[in-house]
């Protein structure tokens, strides 16, 4: 079925995503900081103030802001890791089985004679790889220290041999907090042009890394576009494309549909697989009680299998197989939390933590098999019971990356639950979550479109940056700084280009205050000059600055008052 | 000035406000409960399903809903209280200063001989008043609790004898959290019919109450508008008119321009005043080193005041005449921090801290005369930093009400700051904070239109419901169960309904299903029907139901295992 796919390759028009090449604002620009070698080369955004002075900041968007850029979705982008992984030279090209992608004709790499080409094994046999110099001058760290957080475990640098276009980066609680954002078909709408663009989309506004949750028609063929096109790390859920194999009946889905569809995957160059194998037999009357059940997709299929079968999940019969063949071509786990909880009702609920348990188990297998291994979490669970979640993650996973789904903290609000759930993403990431899935407005009612991903991507941005705020990330806060200075200082041009959303900014200013003069104009829009509590605050410093910075009455005056604890004298009249 | 204000009344139209009358479905229903009185009619929302139960939930939009009510802004509201207040005997009518409203000529009232007519004098004296009933019913508390937590401080129930429209609602840790949402029109832009629109199209999404912040022309005639079609408190901060009255320059204010001010906003039925007392003279000084200086309009104006004169603020200087004013009519101090940090450097730091003490030392003066205090809160503060406000203004303001704006958890996102301050807005407000102000997307670029007014309502009914779970509120979680009940049932329009906003929940579920069959469909639209988890969850429970529940064996099986302490044998090969 899957070869029929492959033929019927629908392929999209080059407009598709090139829509979505270059910055939103020309105030942003791609530069490059040099590696260790004239190949490695790391790109970051530089925002040009209009005093002259530039702020870097972290980039996610790939070749596509590139200067000369010009994006053709047909040939995909430039193999940037190929010559790393000819370098190491332990990996070996074959005759893989489904050749796909017409614009660049490649056979797919694996490690040679079982050699443990992961991230992970090198970091364990002392390795700095150029993936993790990469990642390391990205992140402003020391190679070493990633090199040593990998090794520990509590860092994935999700990088697929045969997914050379993406440029590494670092999923670890030591490292800045990144976001996942889910794209895919289903079976009730969408198209391969559309899921292209929503990823190059995605990652324009800051996705770290992007899952293709495709179920629908050609999901073979959806997905080579996407990871041909990709500068991020391509996850899936290989248990999805499994189900359309057997027409979505789960009683008949087996081991060995289930590990043909993963090979074929780890050919395509898939960097991370959620993978369900937590949903043990034995847990599934835990959820019996539960409101609203099992409401992840491959958690139901697998305990619906588990029954109708009653043997346990093959995907943890079989995990160390499974392991064999990640392990082969750097495919980084992503332990599936099958039995989340879908409503604040069922948060931290018997079956969510024995589910856990059991991913803390797999996770060391896996690495003993020195393959890279990330936790998924949830889900629906209110403020008091997110630590929790966090703390157990931590004990029992030792440490390795979690990877939560907001969790959202109120079922109330369906339209809204990119907030309901970026509230609790700033939260768990605060206390170490090292990613976080996104969440659209369109959660529980249907399929984010364009709009719908940017507003879900800039609300995590917003979650992982106050996180790294909240973590003390070594020049996290430089970032606000700036901003805060260019609004001090009314550089309305500045403020706008800092912003996540220069767009969004700058047209919201337009509405109050459309003249151009507003623009470098000495007060806000919303107090009008006479009300503009920084001109007054300015004037404050022009005319009294010697006084208040210089005076020594005053200055001893406020010295004097904050040593004797800042203690007011009142007389009360009465008492209560 | 305010007499030329008071003469040159432009009369909105009556269409104005009414087109926010009805609920935006029909399955909203506008109920009473009785309470000891037949004129003491409690309100909320019914929400009827489509099994015929209903869901009663808390509601702020005031006659406009009611089933036969025609609103007509130009007669205003029916006085709801002014029998309560002539059944007390305490009050005595007097010829006030302004005569403004054409629709309902009254004269204003105060407190006879100086009596202390506060909710605060009341609860002292041992009395429940008919407010504290109707805002116990309204809570679904023990009326003796709220008596009793306003007798102490740590509740107020702002209620002026001259706004005798509004619906009494409590303001305190022990009781829901709630939330303002503030509206102006400035010297910018914006007009009357506009002011009254927004305030009545706040309260229907879920305000609690709405300050007038208003700066421009018409200031006075513009808040009688308000005042008299509005079914919930409304605050000011008089200092703005009193700064209109001098024509914008601060140094020519005096306490006789901002007493003459506040009596007038008394007269006309101001619930509560943000008094910017707490600006200090020896204060200002520690402001001189900060990235954003001084933020607060209001906390910029005095400090400028200050500096020209070299006094000490008159607001401080003259507080116990202020709360003698404030007590003849029961006029609840919001103590404004004026100081408040504008940026996440700027958090925490000596000069607010500073303010906070002596904002503790004149709640204590204020209770001392009667008057009713809650406490302002920030501002910018990054999420490590908030607990200490909260746990620093519990200690020193006595357990008074924590009013915050926000807080924001990062500089960096103008145009989403609804979500950079809902995050710290959730937070706060778990940890104590009584009421929340709202932000709106256009906050620090522009004033919020309709559209930002409700978006930033909704964010903030998220933030507080998402803290009455964490706080354990009793109840606040049967509405979140009621539509997890409706999610796991595909009882779509249920869901639609019980959400906070239900046209967004539907309109976004019809761009992906729009067909009518879809609202009764058993998947879900992200999935289809074969992915859909929770069809799969039901699946298994019609299947195996038998067995998950009655099953011995299975039962047994898990039991042992949970006994076990759900740890799981796996044979681990090597180990890290």
Redesign the interface.
């Known amino acids: 079925m899957t070869t029929r796919d492959a033929q019927q390759q629908p392929v999209p028009d080059s407009g598709g995503s090139s829509t979505n090449s270059g910055y939103p604002t020309p105030a942003w620009r791609k530069e490059y900081r040099a590696g260790s070698r004239p190949d490695l080369r790391v790109p970051y955004r530089e925002v040009r103030l209009t005093d002259g002075r530039t702020v870097p900041l972290y980039d996610t968007s790939g070749p596509y802001t590139d200067p000369g850029h010009t994006a053709d979705v047909r040939r995909g982008l430039p193999p940037l890791r190929d010559g790393w992984t000819d370098r190491r030279g332990d990996t070996e090209e074959y005759q893989g089985r489904i050749p796909v992608f017409p614009g660049r004709p490649r056979r797919p790499r694996r490690g040679r004679d079982g050699a443990a080409v992961t991230q992970l094994g090198y970091a364990r046999r002392g390795v700095v790889t150029d993936e993790m110099e990469f990642a390391a001058l990205r992140e402003g760290m020391d190679p070493a220290l990633v090199r040593d957080e990998i090794a520990a ?1 509590r860092a994935v640098l999700p990088a697929n041999v045969n997914h050379p276009e993406s440029e590494p980066m670092l999923i670890g609680g030591r490292f800045l907090v990144k976001i996942n954002a889910n794209i895919g078909n ?4 969408s198209s391969i042009e559309e899921e292209v663009e929503k990823m190059t989309w995605a990652t324009r506004w800051g996705a770290d890394t992007v899952m293709d949750l495709s ?2 028609r050609d999901i073979h063929t959806t997905r080579e576009w996407i990871l041909r096109n990709s500068p991020v790390p391509i996850g899936t859920v290989p248990l ?1 494309q499994a ?1 359309e194999k057997v027409d ?1 009946r ?1 009683e008949e889905l087996s081991w060995e549909v289930y590990r043909d569809t993963v090979v074929e995957q780890c050919e395509q160059g898939v960097d991370y697989m959620t993978v369900h194998a937590g949903v ?1 037999l ?8 539960r ?7 491959g ?3 697998m ?2 299998w588990c ?1 109708a079968h009653h043997q346990e999940n093959f995907l943890h019969t079989h995990f ?1 197989e499974l392991c064999e063949i990640l392990r082969a071509y750097d495919v980084t786990y992503s332990l599936g939390d099958g039995l989340r909880p ?4 069922d948060a931290n609920d ?1 079956a969510q ?2 589910e856990l ?2 991913l803390g ?2 996770g ?2 896996a ?3 020195d393959v890279q291994v990330m936790i998924e979490g949830p889900g629906h669970v ?3 019971r997110i630590k929790e979640n966090m703390d157990l993650q931590k004990e029992i996973c030792d440490d390795a990356p979690f990877y939560t789904l907001g969790p959202l ?8 639950d ?3 759930s ?2 609790g993403a ?2 768990i990431a ?1 206390w170490g979550t090292a990613m976080l899935c996104y969440v659209t ?7 984010p ?1 364009r709009d719908d991903v940017k507003t879900g991507v ?2 995590y ?3 992982a ?3 790294d ?4 990330h070594p020049g996290a ?1 430089a ?3 700036a ?3 260019a ?2 200082e009314f550089r309305w041009e500045d ?2 280009n ?4 220069p767009e ?2 700058r047209s ?2 337009d ?3 459309p003249a151009e003069p507003a623009k470098t104009a000495h007060f ?11 001109k ?6 022009e ?3 010697a ?3 210089i005076d020594q009455g ?2 001893a ?2 010295e004097e ?2 040593a004797a604890g ?3 004298y ?1 007389p ?5």
Not at 291 to 297: A, E, H, L, N, P
Not at 342 to 345: E, K
Request: glycine fraction near 10%; charge should be neutral; include cysteine.
């Open positions: 475990g289903s079976a009730v709408t179920t629908g999805y189900l979505g789960a043990l034995r847990y599934v009357p835990l959820t019996a009680r409101k609203t059940g099992i409401v992840s997709r958690g139901s299929i305990a619906a029954l160390e879908g409503c604040i009702a018997e933590f024995a348990r059991t188990e797999l060391r297998i690495r003993a098999h209110p403020m008091h903290t109120t079922d109330v609000a369906p339209g809204y990119h907030i309901t970026g509230i700033a939260m605060w407005p369109k959660e529980h009612l249907g399929l479109d800039i609300t941005k917003i979650a940056h106050a996180a705020l909240a973590k003390g806060q970032w606000d700084d901003l805060s200075d609004r001090f403020q706008f800092l912003a996540l959303d969004t900014a919201f200013h509405e109050t205050l806000c829009s919303m107090c009008g000059p006479k009300f503009c509590s920084m007054i605050s300015h004037g404050i410093r005319e009294y600055g006084e208040l910075d005053m200055r005056k406020s008052f904050a800042n203690r007011v009142l009360v009249v009465g008492s209560d």
